[in-house]
């Protein structure tokens, strides 16, 4: 993917303050501090387009980026980290899962894991909901500089078996090495051109 110009629209918390549905969309979900505004920055060739942190549960709005005035990039809050009070939390499964039911564009959801980490409950409620909601997903294996190849391999089987993924599900990225950007580009644009026929099956 040639980018040429990445912008931030808008963010909110609730559809009446989302963007018009023009544009295919593509959101990044995954635990706080997974990485998720990283990977975006890194496909979007910017150092800081979305504000990366160090101090997890922040970024509790739907922030709502646009790429090439032609696909839309939505940096979802994060889920599961422990310090965030509760009543952020208790906003978060309506916000999220509005979202995820509603968004008429919405293309594909990026979901992130950490290759250090076995996923987690809540990693696994979030690929039922995907499923469930019928939206194509695709699982981004993250900061992958942090590990071996060996101790890679190692989790890889540990995330397919616990997540119920098979291995062409995932694509192993970094952050750092920018390792997979590529790749994770070329699978955004598999699912986005793959929604695109059958959309165009249904018109017929
Ligand atoms: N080593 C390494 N660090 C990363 C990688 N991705 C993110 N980080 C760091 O992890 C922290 C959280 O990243 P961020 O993108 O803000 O996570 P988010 O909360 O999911 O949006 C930051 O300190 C990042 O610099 C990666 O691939 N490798
Ligand atoms: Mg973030």
Redesign the pocket.
């Known amino acids: 993917m040639n980018i040429t110009n990445a912008e931030f629209v808008t963010s909110g918390t609730r559809p009446a303050h989302f963007p018009p549905a023009e544009f295919p969309e593509v959101a ?1 979900a ?12 890194i496909l979007v060739n910017r150092k800081s387009l ?5 101090t ?4 509790q709005l739907i922030n709502f980026f646009l790429v090439n005035g032609s696909l839309m990039l939505v ?1 979802l809050p ?1 889920y599961g980290f422990a310090k965030v009070p509760l009543a952020v939390k208790k906003e978060w499964g309506p916000m999220v899962e509005t979202y995820l039911s509603t968004r008429t564009n919405l293309g594909c959801v990026v979901l ?1 894991l950490d290759v250090r980490r076995i996923p987690t409950e809540e990693d696994q409620l979030m690929l039922q909901w995907l499923r469930a909601y019928n939206v194509p997903v695709l699982v981004v294996v ?5 590990v071996s190849k060996n101790e890679r391999a190692r989790q890889a089987a540990v995330i397919a078996r616990t997540m119920g993924l098979s291995s062409d599900e995932m694509a192993f ?5 920018k390792e997979g950007r590529d790749v994770v580009w070329a699978k955004i644009e598999a699912i986005l051109a793959a929604n695109r026929d059958e959309q165009e099956e249904s018109d017929e």
Request: hydrophobic share 25%.
């Open positions: 990044f995954g635990r706080s501090n997974v990485g998720k505004s990283s990977l975006i920055n979305v504000r990366t942190s160090s997890p549960g922040r970024t940096d994060g992130i993250t900061k992958c500089d942090k990225f970094s952050a750092l090495s």
